[in-house]
């Protein structure tokens, strides 16, 4: 009976069983230099690589991996890659050391989000970040609403760093609980403090419907005033 796949090439591509040796040397030859290259270039937390630092990841990672198990691809071709790659490193970080401009183009710079309990957003516009992927990275923070931060940035890594209202000092805030937040609507049902669902800015409104003074939105929600559990 005809076998439906061709074993030996699945498996071995044809190869000789001996390249497997090759493969496991190959393997330990580059696994050795990758961990010595990120040692020399000083590598960070993965949480705190720039869009750069990923990019050399990406980059070393490509040139490691290949020579593992190709047969065609040398060592010593490697070995090069991985030599320009580390002096490229080298010469992009000393330029960002003498550069602020350039720094700041190849590292990012630190931007704020919101401002005393409220979207800054002309930040908003320039970044990626979609506000449910912000307020996801909020509420891991055990923050409910907007009126409990004082100041939040996004860094450069793309951690989100966050300054508290001390709790005398909380107020009303546009709630980020999605039971609360999808409560959002066109219509104010009845006399209160709302926040408007798009910037935070927050006011007391009356029955009806009425536009953010801030962005001229008109989708509101019932604002809340809870203290932060710690």
């Known amino acids: 009976m005809k076998e439906i796949f061709e074993w030996n090439r699945v498996l071995f591509n044809e190869l000789p069983e001996v390249f497997l040796l090759e493969v496991i040397f190959?393997?330990?030859?580059m696994f050795t230099i990758l961990l010595l290259t990120l040692k020399l270039a000083g590598k960070r937390g993965v949480k705190q690589l720039s869009i750069f630092e990923t990019v050399i990841i990406i980059a070393l990672g490509s040139a490691a991996?290949?020579?593992?198990?190709y047969e065609d691809v040398g060592i010593v071709p490697a070995i090069i890659v991985f030599t320009v790659i580390i002096v490229l490193y080298r010469a992009v970080t000393w330029l960002t050391g003498k550069s602020k401009k350039f720094?700041?183009?190849i590292e990012g710079k630190t931007e704020c989000l919101i401002k005393d309990g409220k979207f800054s957003l002309s930040t908003f516009k320039?970044?990626?970040l979609a506000q449910d992927e912000f307020f996801s990275e909020l509420r891991v923070k055990s923050i409910e609403h907007l009126g409990q931060v004082k100041h939040a940035f996004i860094e450069p890594s793309g951690e989100i760093s966050v300054f508290y209202y001390d709790d005398k000092e909380v107020g009303h805030g546009l709630?980020?609980?999605?039971a609360l937040f999808t409560e959002k609507s066109k219509i104010i049902p009845t006399e209160g403090i709302y926040s408007?669902?798009?910037c935070g800015h927050t006011e007391k409104q009356k029955p009806g419907t009425a536009k953010c003074k801030i962005c001229q939105k008109d989708e509101?929600?019932?604002?809340?005033?809870t203290l932060r559990i710690t």
């Open 103 to 105: 720094e700041e183009f």
């Open 175 to 178: 709630p980020i609980l999605p």
């Open 65 to 69: 991996g290949d020579p593992m198990f």
């Open 196 to 198: 408007c669902s798009f």
């Open 26 to 29: 190959r393997s330990a030859v």
């Open 126 to 128: 320039k970044e990626t």
């Open 220 to 225: 509101w929600v019932a604002s809340i005033n």
